[in-house]
């Protein structure tokens, strides 16, 4: 399952990803999150006792490049499933760090195109992402 939850404000952020964090933690061997640093920052205030089902991936090191974050991403899963995990990947994308502000518009394009393509090659690992 590959979802996407557009968020404005940090009472949003904490509204919608707290209980689905809480539900992720009772279905999942681990829950992967991929997020801002402000992200992370309002998430821990509210956490409380799910800290242990957590993961914390740095997202410099998914997202360099479009096509580097999702062979990242695809190896990460394959690996947990291997091993018999099943997980919960969320990820916040930043389209638009150290990018011409004209290209903007061109760099979602380009990752709307990925994220496409990403449901069929994810697939297998029976994952879900967010």
């Known amino acids: 399952m590959h979802r996407a939850v557009i968020i404005d404000s940090d009472d949003e952020l904490t509204n919608t990803l707290i209980p689905e964090l809480r539900r992720s933690a009772g279905r999942y061997d681990e829950i992967l999150l991929v997020v801002a640093k402000a992200t992370r920052t309002v998430l821990t205030e509210h956490i409380g ?12 090191a998914f997202y360099q490049r479009l096509g580097f974050a999702y062979e990242g991403f695809r190896r990460y899963l394959a690996e947990q499933h291997a091993a018999g995990r ?12 150290g990018i011409d502000p004209g290209m903007h518009a061109d760099r979602a394009a380009a990752y709307l195109a990925y994220e496409a393509v990403c449901n069929d090659t994810y697939n297998p690992y029976g994952a879900t992402l967010t």
């Open 49 to 60: 006792d799910l800290d242990d089902a957590l993961a914390w991936g740095d997202p410099s």
């Open 86 to 97: 099943r997980v919960h990947v969320i990820a916040e994308p930043d389209l638009a760090a």
